[in-house]
């Protein structure tokens, strides 16, 4: 099954920036695109940005233009950039798998993702 280990979390004050990642292990059946998810404390998990396997990326209207998705396939690995960083973007953030049979569909519905990391804490001061 595929493994996800995300990294790079941590307190920065408004206005800063973080890099997470997002490293894959093991060997999966078929093609996953990549998708990144948060929630903070008492509120429900929303979609935050996606990339498919051609490396086309689609972001929430909250972090467009401030966040960027990537991914590096020689590490299989997958980074968020994170910029200009405000209070609203305090939660657990995870990385998560989904299969591309499920493309001609919406990138943020959680449900379609078959496998999640155990999320990294980002938190941002004012």
């Known amino acids: 099954q595929v493994q996800l280990v995300e990294s790079g979390g941590g307190s920065v004050q408004a206005g800063g920036s973080l890099r997470l990642s997002c490293t894959a292990s093991?060997?999966?059946?078929?093609?996953?695109?990549m998708g990144w998810f948060r929630q903070g404390p008492g509120k429900q998990r929303e979609g935050v940005a996606a990339?498919?396997?051609?490396?086309?990326?689609s972001y929430s209207d909250s972090v467009k233009g401030r966040f960027t998705f990537s991914k590096d396939n020689n590490k299989n690995t997958a980074y968020l950039q994170m910029d200009s960083l405000e209070p609203e973007d305090t939660a657990m953030y995870y990385c998560?798998?989904?299969?591309?049979?499920?493309?001609?569909?919406?990138?943020?519905?959680?449900?379609?993702?078959?496998?999640w990391g155990q999320g990294t804490q980002v938190t941002v001061s004012s």
């Open positions: 998560a798998a989904r299969p591309c049979l499920y493309s001609y569909r919406p990138p943020n519905l959680k449900d379609d993702y078959r496998y």
């Open positions: 093991g060997y999966p059946y078929v093609v996953y695109s």
């Open positions: 990339i498919d396997t051609e490396g086309s990326t």
